[in-house]
Each structure stands twice: as C-alpha cells, then as structure tokens.
C-alpha cells in the first residue's frame, strides 16, 4: 500500500491537523470495538501533538497507550519518552494509569524487552501507531545497519544494547509488531530531516520504510521537511 504524503504548512498546523485525526479515529474504535489501542512516540513534535490533546481533553477509560521504544534510564528520567508523554498530556488525561504501558526499560534492555513483549501480548492489532523519524532514517529505535526485528516470525520487542545515539542500551517495538498496527502515521518536521525523506521516498533502505499501516501508511509533513529538492 503507497504512503500517503500530507503537508502542511508549519508544525503547528500540522499537529491541530493531526490531534483532529487522531481523535477522529479514536471515537471509530471505540463505536467499532469499545476501545482505542494506540502507539505513541518520543520528540519534539510528538510532545507538541500530546501538549495539544491534553488542551483538548483527550482520552477517558477506553483509551490505552502503548509506546514504540524507550530508554534504558530510570523510571521517572525525564528523557524518557514516557516521563515526556505523561508530563505533557497522560496524567492530567482521563486515561486510566493501568491503561497507560510505560516500557519497563529501567530494569534493562533484555528483561525489560521481555516484560514489555509479555504486556503486549494482551492485545492483538494496534488502531494507531504513531512514530517520527530521525535524520539517519531510523524510527523508534530501529536504526540503520542493525537489526529491525522484520522477520514475521520474530519476537515483538527488541533489547537494544548499541545504538548509535544515547544511551545506547534501549528498548524497541520490532518492525514487525509496528506492522501489526492498523494505521501508521509517521510524523516528519524541520530541515533536518530531508535527506533521510528524500531516500524514504526513493525507496531505499531505511529503516521507517520497513513498516507500514495494515489500512494505511501517512506521513505528517510540514513544508520545511518536504522541500526535498526533488
């Protein structure tokens, strides 16, 4: 299925434009299936959109949320993707916090991985996986030259112990538990990161193009990000 490719204009209108979406999507899940799975994840523009839902109320008792990767940092570090998404939206939320699934990545990379894959197996196809990229291509932490975990048969999360940002000991959905996600939204802004959209969108190898929505595949683009020079 082709990715669908939705610019806008600034960040900002891209997030208002996104928060509409998702809460959109949450109330078809909830009429269709009684709850909404979603996948967060970490960055500055996600924390925008999360900074957004919580201005709009966002979330109550059907909502659960799932993240694509963690650090391996103390529970409460405030570099982690959950300390950032709880401090900006989730503990003002409605959602309940038995139904927010914080990675465990404090107890390290490989029995957090196993614990994280326990959880998960409590629920079957995300509604909505929502990731970034960085400039290297690499999404949640999936990183160019090592292992995306995209074999079908594989396991559902991966112990990270070298990537190449840091900390390098890190917790990762696998590219193929990404993929068991209804709809994928991948959220791309700023400058920065045209290189990596512009060998995305050629096709090549990178790894935010090993994953895809079972419905649909969008990325969320401001301008600056999209003029690839293409």
């Not at 109320?57 to 993240?67: N, S």
């Not at 996986?129 to 292992?147: K, N, R």
């Not at 996600?181 to 920065?192: C, D, I, P, R």
């Amino acid at each position: 299925m082709a990715t669908q490719w939705r610019v806008f204009a600034d960040a900002d209108a891209l997030v208002r434009a996104l928060a509409d979406a998702l809460c959109a999507e949450a109330a078809a899940a909830i009429a269709a299936r009684g709850a909404f799975q979603l996948v967060l994840a970490g960055g500055g523009t996600p924390r925008a959109l999360y900074a957004e839902l919580a201005r709009r109320g966002a979330g109550d008792a059907r909502w659960h949320i799932w993240y694509g990767d963690e650090r391996c940092l103390p529970a409460n570090d405030p570099e982690r993707n959950s300390a950032m998404a709880e401090a900006a939206w989730l503990t003002a939320s409605a959602i309940p916090e038995e139904q927010r699934w914080p990675i465990p990545a404090e107890y390290g990379a490989g029995e957090g991985a196993a614990v994280y894959a326990d959880w998960l197996a409590r629920v079957g196809e995300f509604d909505v996986v929502l990731l970034g990229m960085g400039e290297d291509g690499h999404t949640a932490s999936l990183f160019p030259g090592h292992d995306w975990g995209a074999q079908a048969d594989g396991p559902d999360v991966l112990a990270v112990r070298d990537a190449p940002k840091p900390p390098p000991e890190r917790v990762s959905l696998s590219a193929a538990r990404l993929n068991r996600g209804a709809k994928l939204w991948v959220v791309v802004t700023g400058a920065g990161k045209r290189d990596a959209l512009r060998r995305w969108r050629r096709g090549e190898a990178v790894p935010v193009a090993a994953i895809q929505g079972r419905q649909e595949t969008v990325a969320w683009l401001d301008a600056a990000a999209w003029q690839t020079g293409d």
